[in-house]
Every structure is written in C-alpha cells, then in structure tokens.
C-alpha cells in the first residue's frame, strides 16, 4: 500500500520531533482503580500517547502485582513481550486471582517506528468477593411490621479497634435500599444502593475502602434501610413487596493489621436496630417525609444509648445470588441553581431550576421545630402557568421536611429521586431565596465519551435534550421515565436509544450488567419481558423491537467497544430469543402476533381524521422486519465467536425471512406493504429490500415525507433509522429537511416548544400549549432521541470501520442549510475527531486519529487535484475515487483537508407505480 511512502515524504519534520509513546488512561473492565469485582478474567485496556502520525502498537509487556513496586515474589502475571497490536480489553490470565485483594499493574508498548515507552504509571483493580464462601457475615432485619409507608429501620453496631490497621473494607448490601455509615459520617458517595437488579437471581454489593474512616478504639457502624425498588411501589400497576416484604442488611467489615491478622466485624445477631428514625416514609414514586425531631444525634458515633434500640432478627439467604458490581456507580453528578422565583396566578410558589433533571432538591431553612417544607416537583407548567403535575399520575413525588429548629437545617432525601424542573415550594419560613434551593442531578456516572455541534442552535439544543435524556434515565438502569409512577427499565427504549448513548457516555458496564438481568428476566421459552427487571409480569409475552434488545445491545456494545465478552456472556440469551421467534413463526417466516407495541408513538392524525396521510405499520410486518435482523445480528454474532454452524445456521434464518417479507410485504414496483415511513426504514434498514428494488423503495420512502410537506410519520421502532435510511440511499438532503423541520411532528417542535430533554410523545404540548393526554405524557423519555446516531455518524461523518474504531471511516455529510458540524468521541484507543466547515466556497474536514487505529476519509465532492492537506497539495496517488468524491486512507494524527465545496445536489426522487 502506498500510504506508508506518503506519510514518509509529507510528515518528516513531524518524524524528526517524535518523541516515545506513552501508555495511559490505564482501565479494568473499562472502569478506572475498581474496588470490588469479582471478574476473575478481568479484561485490561490503556491509551497510546504519541505526537508522531501513523503509530501503532506493535507489542506491549503487561506485569500485575500485588504490591506496587513489582518486586519478582509479588508478581501474578507479566506477559513479557507480546508482539500483537491489541491495547484494549486485554484477559487476564495469570495466577488465579485471590479475592479481597488489590492487584497493580502497569503496561509497557512499543510501537512501528521502533520506539518504545517506558512503563506505564500503575494502576490498580481490586476484587471482592469471589465466592459465596467469602461470606461470613449472615443477614440481619431490623424487627420492623412489613407495612407501607413506614419509617426507615436504623441499624448499629459498635466494635472495637486496639492494633495498627492497614486496610480496612466494608462489603454490604442490601433488602431495599441502604446507606452506612461509620463514626458519623456516611461511607462512599454512591447513592441508591445496592441499585437494582432482577433481585431473585442477581444482587449487587458494593465494596468501599473505609481504612481512614476507622479510629483506635471504640468504632461505630451504621446503617439506614429504605424500601427502595424491593419492596416499595413499583411498576405502574402500584405493586407493593414485589420482591420481599422484608428489609435487610448484610454487611462485613475487614480489618487487615500490621500484624498481618484479619478482623471481620460483621452482620450478626448483635446488631441493634430502631424502627422510628427521622425517615418516616420513603418511596421511589412518592418522595420522603423527614421529621428532624426524631434524627437519632450520634447514632453512629460511640457513646451513644441504644439500651431502647431492639436486637436485630437473624435471617438466612443464598448468597449464591450476590454479585460484585460491574457497572458505574448511581452519583451526585452536578448541582443546578434557580433560575426563577415566582407565584404562579393561582399563587403557588414556584422555583424553575431552568432544566429537567433527575434527583431532587438540597433545601437549607432557618426556622422553628415542627415547622414543615413541602417540595412538590414537576416537569412543566400548564398554559395558565400553574404547577402541572397530572403527568406523573400516581406518584406523588413529594418531600416533607419538618424541622427540629435551631439554626441552619440542610436536608436532602435518601432513597428516592424525582423527575422535575420545577419545584412548588409550601411551608418554607420566611421568603423563597435561591441560597436555600439547589438541584442536584443524580445519575449512573458514566464519563462522558461524545460531544456534537454544529452551526444551528437549535440542532445543538437537541444534543443537549438528547444528552439530559440518557442523564434522566441512565440510573442503575436503563429507564424510560424518571417522574411518573413507571421509571421501568422498558427493553425497546433501550434497544433504540443504545447507539445513541454510546457515543455520548462510555456506557459498557452499563449495559453489560442489566443485559444479565435481561437474560436473568428471560422467559424460559426464550421470549423477552417488556421491562427489566420484570415487574411487570406480563405473562411471558414478548414484543417486536422490544424483546430484541437481547441481540441488538450486546451486538451495538461489540461494535463499539470490541467487547466480545458481553457477545459470549449474552449468546445463549441472543440464540433463545431468536430460536424462539423461530417456532412462534415456523414455515412461513412470518412473525405473526410478534408485536403489542407496534411503531409506539407514530404519528397519527384523530382517529377520525381521514384528510391527512396515517403513519400505521403493520404489526407483523414489524415483527418480521426485526425477526429477520435479530437473526442477521445473531449470525454476525456467532461468526466473532468463530461458532461457524450458527453463523451459517441464523443466515439462512434471516435469508428464509428475508424471502418471506419480499414475497408478503414488498410489491414487484418495490412499495412496502401498508406504505409507512418505518415499513420503508425498516425493509431498507435490515437489507430486506431486493437490491433491484432499493432505489424505488427509498423513492416511496421520500415521497412520503415531501407529502407531509417535510414531517416524519415514525413511532419509537422506525425514527431512528430514519435519517439514516436517507441518507444511506442518497437522501441526505431529506434527512435534513426532517431535521431541521420545527413544526410537529419533528425533533425541533418540542425544541421550539422549550423542552430541555427529549419527550415521549411527539406532541407532548401542542400547538395551542395543551398537554397530551396525562396518562402518558412524559417530558423525559430519550426514544426519540436516537436520531443523535445520524448525527454522529452522518451529519458530522464519524462512522465506524471495525469493531471497537480499530479502523475509521471519516465520511461527512455536509449540506447547505448549515456551516459546519463536528463530533469528538473518546473511542477505547483515544479521541477521534470529525468535522467539517463550508465558508467562501471552501470546506474543510477536520479529522484526528488517535494512536494504535487507522482510517478512511472519504470527502465528499472531492477531486484529488483540488484537495489540499494541511495547506499542501496531497498527492494524487493517495487518493482514491469513490461514488462522489475521493478516499484518502491515514493512519494516526490530526489533519485538515481543504477543496472548494459547490452546493450539493438535490437528488429527486423517482416512484414508479404498475
Ligand atoms: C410506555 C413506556 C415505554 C414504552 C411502553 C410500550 O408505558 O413509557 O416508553 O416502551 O409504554
């Protein structure tokens, strides 16, 4: 290949500067010095650092110890040289792991310009507990009547230190939702823990590092139990104790000594327990009511009098079912000041933090004891301004604060969260002050990998709504809505928004961890619960785009991250899911009966209003188009795994139902079926179109969208494909045309409505300020915001060339309706950058390409003899020609291309009818 030659005679003076590369950004299963997982084939990634252009890695050395100065008896595994280019997701694979044991490691690479870094800074992992035998403290419960709505147990326990400590960690978790604390102060800043989990067969611990938290001498340990996703009100049919009826606690504090003896300090049978604490009610749904008269001063200090305090019951469980955590931490992630103060006309007070958020309000108050605040929360106002919460339908999402008076009270509540951006504010002494209101957006902290903008500030508002979706609803979970009495974890909203979120947040444990509960939750005939976990219970069935979240994620999270582990652990889930469409839809290959849910959400005029064109899909259409995927992904799926007979088995699957959606739903003059803007995405998108008939397909596809004068018609399953369908069939100017639209139904109607997050429903406020119906009406669910995918990939050009963004594909979209648009993305090997920018006739792309990976810039409507380099003509001979334009393969580095740049063309489309 000549690109070599080239980078050789354009980047000389680069090369003469080059210094060595360096190995950082050091992770374990993506996640930076973990404490506690119980992986015992972890998987290790680093960066490369280099200045020079075109570096790849040509070998690394990997030593892990368990001590930091990688003296020879401490080391568990050192590679040696390993000539091979791979630096991310790396197994482990020396002694076996112990568990309760901190392991450091460092790497050391060598790349193709025969220079070699020194080794890397050390990171570290820690494992918990590997084994249910690591346990040895028993689970206790607070003697508490297992009733709603009652005050929070308080649980404790006092020990003693007398000898000089080296580390010491907590392990606990919990019945319902914990919090501990240690000599009086609250242990980690994890929140809402142990999280949520499909509690019959996974419970998640957490580990924390208490070693400076413990002192010489008497010592106190703590812990508050709130109802939480157990046993509280869950799911929208208002069920109570789903899961236990019980709370309870199991925790197990290790004391290692210079000495080198292990005291465990652990859940037991002399634990004390009080059930009236300051919490008198908490729930998920319904907020907290905190009476600060009953706070119990110095419950977990020593000293403190717990001769009323009652012994704890001891209870038994299968510790089988614990698991370290693999995903990232529920946090406190940022803190948001009002931005108004005002009584509504009905005179409500009301306090706009400007953003709808997830989490709940810190309140500061000044006032007598027995005085009560009451924080009510909402996501709108109505069109008379007033407090609008008839959304959030059951749950009541309050917070009752009475105080104990005395000066200063700050509170914030322990187990619940709330989806709002207002608050209504009753109760509070004295007049509203910004000083004493401060929102704090909570959610799973997931780095942020992805950012987009462009020249139009309502396009870049959408990012914004897109981003606060993912935030609102990433919470241990996938959720569809963090407000009303639902926050479920509803497996099409996932499937369709999980490309989207992998570029804006790193979001593989994530999505590893609740994929285990999705192939927890399966139905042992193979189908897929609408939610997960399923607390729904809906009677084993499964539908359509939902239940192919089990093939579609884990595929989504291979491409992204090369993560072949989460494809191995999820396989047998994939191949049930589909063996089980299978049967449902025999000979024929058509899913009939496979989709309750349809296209959710899809454009509809009144029932009854027949002048405007319907956006109605079939169902079983629908069913087969996904069929027909699932089986094509699963076939992808099984040939990464080097499973050549199911690779072979599931692509004669999806060619059957290819077959049979031709023969069922496509006419000869390539119309789909039922004539749907998602019929024609859905056939183009899986490949279902007959190659003859795309170019006609696409046709239909466009001719529908200019008869509604530029609108989409699309419901959860075809919106975000959309775009892309267009684009990918030369469309890219419709693609726009639909993105920019601002009237509804589009993705700037709810822009130019105010939203400040992505909306269920397309019209969630109407033209006329009225709302959509209250039974379903969130002003939070990301869904639609999966056209941030068409963003990324088309508008700003960053596309995917293998799995993991070992190979870029750099392949803008430019058009005249904007200037410039550009994305960054933290990919597992570096930052990656695409963008481009038209002025005065000339574009320029913008691109960087981080170490270790390679690319193809493909520039639109360019001649090689035009197209300059960083100011500099490029050689002709590095270009290749493509459909419309040209290729240019680099390899790492930055680099600016520069042609002149005409208007682009519109295509028009041609339909043809028998
Ligand atoms: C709604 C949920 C979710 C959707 C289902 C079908 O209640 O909010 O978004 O997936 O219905």
């Given amino acids: 290949m000549k690109p070599i030659l080239f980078y050789l005679f354009l980047f000389l003076p680069v090369m003469c500067m080059a210094q060595n590369p360096a190995a950082d950004g050091l992770t374990c299963e993506y996640l930076n010095n973990p404490v506690g997982i119980d992986i015992v084939n972890p998987r290790l990634s680093w960066k490369i650092n280099a200045s020079q252009r075109s570096t790849l890695q040509q070998a690394y050395n990997i030593r892990v110890a368990t001590d930091a100065s990688f003296s020879s008896p401490k080391t568990v595994w050192n590679t040696g040289k390993v000539n091979a280019d791979s630096s991310i997701l790396i197994t482990y694979a020396g002694t076996p792991l112990k568990p309760a044991t901190r392991y450091y490691w460092q790497v050391k690479v060598w790349d193709n310009h025969n220079h070699a870094s020194a080794w890397s800074k050390s990171a570290y992992f820690e494992t918990g507990m590997l084994s249910p035998a690591d346990w040895t403290a028993t689970w206790v419960e607070p003697k508490q009547e297992p009733l709603r709505k009652i005050p929070a147990a308080m649980l404790r326990k006092q020990f003693s230190v007398s000898k000089k400590i080296v580390s010491a960690r907590a392990y606990a978790t919990a019945h319902g939702l914990y919090e501990l604390y240690l000599n009086g102060k609250k242990v980690g800043d994890q929140i809402l823990t142990p999280g949520w989990t499909e509690y019959k067969k996974r419970l998640q611990y957490q580990v924390y590092d208490i070693t400076a938290m413990l002192q010489q001498g008497d010592n106190v340990i703590g812990a508050m139990l709130g109802d939480g ?19 309870g606690l199991l925790c197990q504090l290790q004391i290692t000594y210079a000495d080198g003896t292990v005291q465990n300090i652990n859940t037991d049978g002399s634990w004390k327990g009080t059930k009236e604490g300051p919490i008198r009610s908490d729930g998920i749904y319904d907020g907290e009511t905190y009476d600060a008269r009953m706070e119990k001063s110095g419950w977990t200090a020593k000293g403190f009098d717990d001769s009323s305090w009652e012994p704890v019951d001891v209870a038994s469980f299968d510790n089988k079912i614990l698991v370290g955590v693999q995903s990232v931490p529920v946090h406190k992630i940022q803190e948001i000041k009002p931005i108004a103060i005002f009584k509504s006309p009905k005179g409500t007070q009301i306090i706009d933090f400007g953003q709808n958020l997830t989490g709940w309000v810190r309140l500061k108050v000044n006032g007598s004891a027995g005085q009560t605040v009451k924080i009510r929360h909402a ?52 007049e509203l002050k910004p000083e ?17 903008t462009c020249s139009d500030t309502m396009i870049n508002k959408l990012q914004h709504n897109i981003q606060w979706g993912q935030k609102g609803n990433f919470l241990d979970i996938p959720t569809d809505c963090p407000q009303r009495d639902e926050r479920l974890g509803w497996t099409g909203d996932a499937q369709v928004f999980s490309r989207t ?22 139905f042992p005939a193979g189908g897929i619960p609408f939610v997960v976990p399923d607390i729904l219970q809906t009677n084993q069935t499964t539908s359509a785009g939902w239940g192919d979240v089990s093939v579609i994620v884990p595929w989504t999270m291979y491409q992204v991250y090369a993560d072949k582990r989460i494809l191995q652990t999820q396989y047998p889930s994939m191949k049930a899911y589909v063996d089980y469409i299978i049967k449902k839809s025999g000979d024929k290959y058509i899913w009939h009966n496979g989709s309750v849910f349809g296209d959710w959400l899809f454009y509809r005029p009144g029932i009854y ?34 499973n050549s007979a199911d690779e072979k088995y599931y692509k004669g699957i999806y060619e059957q139902v290819k077959k049979a959606f031709v023969r069922n739903y496509i006419t000869p003059t390539g119309r789909i079926f039922a004539d749907s803007q998602t019929g024609y995405v859905l056939g183009l998108k899986f490949g279902l179109v007959p190659d003859s008939l795309k170019a006609k397909a696409a046709a239909y596809l466009v001719e529908d969208v200019r008869s509604r004068n530029n609108h989409l018609s699309t419901g959860f399953l075809g919106t975000p494909y959309l775009c892309q369908v267009l684009s990918q069939n030369g469309y890219s100017n419709v693609a726009y045309d639909l993105l920019l639209q601002k009237t509804y139904p589009s993705w700037l109607y709810p822009v130019k409505m105010g939203a400040t997050t992505i909306w269920e429903r397309w019209d969630g406020i109407k033209t006329d300020s009225t709302f959509e119906d209250k039974s379903m009406n969130s002003f939070n669910h990301y869904s639609y915001g999966a056209v941030g995918d068409w963003m990324y990939q088309q508008m700003a050009g960053l596309q995917l060339g293998k799995a993991g963004y070992k190979h870029i594909i750099i392949k803008p979209e430019p058009n005249q309706k904007i200037n410039f648009a550009k994305v960054t993305f933290q990919s597992m090997y570096g930052q990656v950058l695409s963008g481009w920018e038209v002025s005065n006739g000339t574009i320029q792309v913008h691109v960087t390409i981080p170490p270790n990976t390679t690319a193809d810039v493909i520039l639109p409507k ?22 419309d334009g040209i290729t240019v393969s680099v390899g790492s580095g930055d680099y600016t291309f520069s042609y002149p740049w005409i208007e682009v063309k519109e295509k028009k489309a041609v339909v043809a009818t028998m």
């Fill in 436 to 452: 004493n209101f401060t929102a704090v957006v909570i959610h799973s902290d997931m780095p942020v990998t992805g950012q987009f």
């Fill in 379 to 430: 996501e709108v106002l109505d069109k008379f301004g007033e407090f609008y919460t008839a959304n959030l339908r059951a749950a009541t999402a309050t917070i009752n604060y009475t105080l104990k008076g005395g000066g200063q009270e700050v509170f914030e509540p322990h187990f619940t969260f709330m989806g709002f951006r207002y608050i209504a504010v009753e109760g509070f002494p004295g």
């Fill in 609 to 642: 209003d027949f002048s405007e064109p319907n956006g109605y899909t079939n169902p079983d259409l629908i069913a087969t188009a996904f069929y027909a995927y699932s089986s094509k992904l699963l076939s992808e799926s099984a040939g990464v795994l080097g």
């Fill in 862 to 883: 360019a001649h090689a003899g035009e197209v300059k380099l960083d100011g500099k003509p490029i050689r002709p001979d590095t270009a290749h020609a493509v459909d």
């Fill in 229 to 247: 996703w157990f046993r509280g009100t869950t799911g929208y049919i208002n069920q109570w104790g789903f899961w236990g009826k019980k709370l």
């Fill in 501 to 522: 979120a992998a570029f804006n947040m790193q979001v593989a444990p994530f999505f590893a961890k609740w994929m285990k509960d999705v192939a927890a939750d399966q």
